[in-house]
């Protein structure tokens, strides 16, 4: 119990630490380390990652509303497109060997993270705003398609791929576009974990579920409070050494251990 603890502890810290700052999924992290450490079948690894993903997206996205930092309106679209996405990435991934899932996310976090430190991102694109709605409409459709394939059928990478688009497709300055992320996020994780969860017919390690799920909401709410406080500039730098130290991280724990 107490190794479950520790490894619950360590996984919910940096989930949390990824989701309050890049609006990451928890799943990035956390599956892996179950997986690894704890031996947990992959599949429920992911339905608990996800599920620890509702309440630290919720908390980071509340906390990101109010300083102003979420665009709402535009982010509706590619919600919906997302949760309709999401739903069927995770029938899928209950087809796919399990090995396919929990993979992406580790090169994709730390390729991101890479990108913040060499070419930050310090206010929105001026194509941001010259975009029209009809075009904005159709972008976000088949963007969250995307990101809900992605993230239902492997329970991460979604935030970062929302992130990544959000930043360097839409246009939208940092803490903007992590506010929407984690907005997003909050409803495709609890669409996500709900499909697993029916799909796999329950979960047979609740201990690990509750410990993930206090661990990454503590730090995620932490997290998000110091990035809405902070400096453009200081937020690209952490954004960017936090998600590099993480995706170091991961492609050591899956290819070492």
Do not use: W
């Not at 509303?65 to 990435?89: C, E, P, Q, Y």
């Not at 070419?119 to 029209?132: L, W």
């Amino acid at each position: 119990m107490i190794e479950k603890l520790l490894v619950c502890l360590i996984a919910g810290i940096g989930a949390g630490f990824g989701t309050g700052l890049a609006g990451m999924s928890a799943a990035a992290v956390i599956s892996p380390m179950l997986i690894t450490f704890l031996g947990i079948d992959p599949y429920e690894a992911v339905a608990i990652a996800l599920a620890s993903d509702v309440l630290a997206s919720a908390a980071s996205a509340y906390t990101y509303k109010k300083n102003g930092n979420i665009d709402i309106r535009n982010g509706l679209v590619m919600l919906l497109s997302v949760l309709a996405f999401t739903v069927v990435g995770s029938y899928l991934a209950s087809y796919l060997p399990q090995t396919t899932m929990g993979g992406f996310s580790m090169f994709m976090t730390l390729l991101l993270g890479l990108k913040f430190i060499f070419r930050p991102v310090m206010e929105a694109k001026a194509s941001n705003k010259e975009r029209s709605r009809k075009k904005a409409i159709i972008e976000s459709i088949l963007c969250g398609a995307l990101i809900g394939l992605i993230c239902g059928i492997v329970g991460a990478g979604g935030g970062m791929m929302m992130l990544l688009i959000l930043v360097s497709v839409l246009g939208y300055e940092l803490k903007t576009a992590v506010g929407t992320s984690v907005f997003i996020m909050t409803f495709t994780a609890l669409t996500g974990s709900f499909s697993h969860f029916a799909i796999k017919g329950g979960i047979t390690d609740p201990y690990s579920l509750v410990f993930c799920i206090v661990f990454t909401f503590v730090s995620a709410l932490l997290t998000s409070k110091f990035a809405n406080k902070a400096s453009e500039k200081t937020m690209n730098r952490a954004l960017g050494v936090g998600l590099s130290i993480l995706g170091l991280a991961m492609i050591a724990v899956n290819y070492l251990f």
